[in-house]
């Protein structure tokens, strides 16, 4: 299996612009995780999914997140407006029999 | 409260020298444990887990943990560091619901 698989892997945008951040799980997991990695928080949990249906999404800094999970082997992290503050790593991963499997990560830059 | 504490933000030890980084939980139940490892510029890499049964587990790359119940603790060790090693050190408890909850990291320098 090719591993989790997140796209892309850089990018740099213009604030009030919209971000889509886009993951393939790891066929046949049943969770999926967004975490978010800053220098200054760390890593949080913004949002996670059981068989695409979202359990907690009580990481999600604002309404101008939002995640999606329409079938098992794709999600999206959406960012709209974007700003500068929403500049980070950002994660995602999926679990098998409780280990979690991390992409290389979305790095995003909002000037 | 679910939560999971790494006391040191940063540990330097010298190459060949003995590592133990420490993690604290809180949790009613009988927790899910993990160390994960990230080098720079790379995702999160799983070292070991508890699950149950044996309190000390073996990981990758020599890492061992030890789980005390008593203490609340799930501390990684390493007989001998490698320069390879510099990374930060995640410990993570995972619950019956099937949330991960991350510590806040524990940046690791290795010494020549």
């Known amino acids: 299996d090719a591993g989790v698989i997140q796209s892309p892997r850089h990018e740099v945008t213009e604030m009030g612009q919209e971000v889509t951040l886009r993951c393939k799980p790891i066929?046949?997991?049943?969770?999926l995780f967004w975490y978010r990695q800053t220098m200054m928080r760390g890593l949080e949990l913004l949002i996670y999914f059981n068989n695409n249906v979202p359990i907690d999404d009580s990481g999600m800094p604002e309404d101008r997140f939002s995640a999606k999970m329409p079938n098992a082997s794709f999600s999206t992290l959406k960012i709209q407006p974007s700003e500068p503050r929403d500049s980070a790593v950002y994660f995602c991963?999926?679990?098998?029999?409780?280990?979690?499997?991390f992409g290389e990560g979305s790095r995003l830059t909002v000037l | 409260a679910q939560s999971v504490t790494q006391p040191d933000i940063h540990i330097t030890v010298s190459e060949g020298a003995s590592l133990e980084l420490r993690c604290n939980y809180s949790y009613g139940a009988t927790p899910y444990l993990f160390w994960y490892v990230q080098s720079p510029g790379q995702g999160l890499q799983l070292l070991l887990k508890y699950f149950s049964g044996d309190t000390l587990v073996q990981g990758i790359k020599g890492f061992e943990a030890e789980f005390k119940r008593s203490q609340s603790s799930f501390n990684l060790r390493k007989p001998s560091v490698h320069w390879s090693d510099a990374a930060e050190y995640f410990c993570v408890l995972g619950n019956q619901g099937g949330k991960l909850i991350f510590g806040q990291g524990t940046e690791l320098s290795v010494k020549p």
């Open positions: 991963a999926s679990r098998d029999r409780g280990e979690l499997f």
């Open positions: 066929s046949g997991h049943d969770y």
